[in-house]
């Protein structure tokens, strides 16, 4: 009960925010054009079949230190078909002020990221990028805003959403673990 009120508190807060989210969503991930932190495409067909972690991060965050996780989950199952996404936003309290250059070199020097980082965009509100429009409106996601950086989107290999977790489950916890490899 109180996660859900609480859920409505920050819904709101962000529709003064940031307005109101876009109606809909893309059909699906591959209907979806994803820039890499650098610019350049990231092909859907690179993540076609593959188990997909998307997760909004931020370099000013407490929850920044969550990045090592990632890493290793990357490395951990990445021989297996899985892969995780990085989506700077800076919604949350300006904790991701940075230029693309910037943000790169951060999570490359800090952290060793080497996963893939799309452009940074808004996951909330008038602007809310079509992928957090997807991620959001499916089942999984509930349509509920995101509530703060690094919470996660677990997409199966058949392209469906399977799971998210709340910013602060640890990327290496038990149920996302579990549902990474029930994903593999």
Known sequence: ??????????????????GKAPEGSPPNLEA??????DGTDLPAEELKGKVVLFVNVASRCGLT?????????YHRFHERGFVV???????????EPGSATEIATF???????????????????SG??????WLIGSPAGKGDDISWNF???????????????????KPDAPEVIAAIEASL
């Open 85 to 95: 996404v990085g989506a700077p936003c800076n919604q949350f309290l300006g904790q």
């Open 151 to 169: 919470e996660k989107f677990l997409v199966g290999r058949d392209g469906t959403v399977r799971a998210r977790f709340a910013p602060a489950t």
């Open 32 to 37: 979806i054009p994803l820039r890499r932190l």
């Open 65 to 73: 230190p969550q990045y090592g996780a990632l890493v290793d989950l």
């Open 128 to 133: 809310r990028s079509p992928l957090y429009q």
């Open 107 to 125: 999570c490359a020097t800090k952290y060793g990221v080497d996963f893939p980082l799309l452009e940074k965009q808004d996951v909330n509100g």
């Open 1 to 18: 009960m109180l996660d859900k009120l609480k859920g409505a508190v920050m819904s709101a807060a962000n529709r003064v925010v940031y």
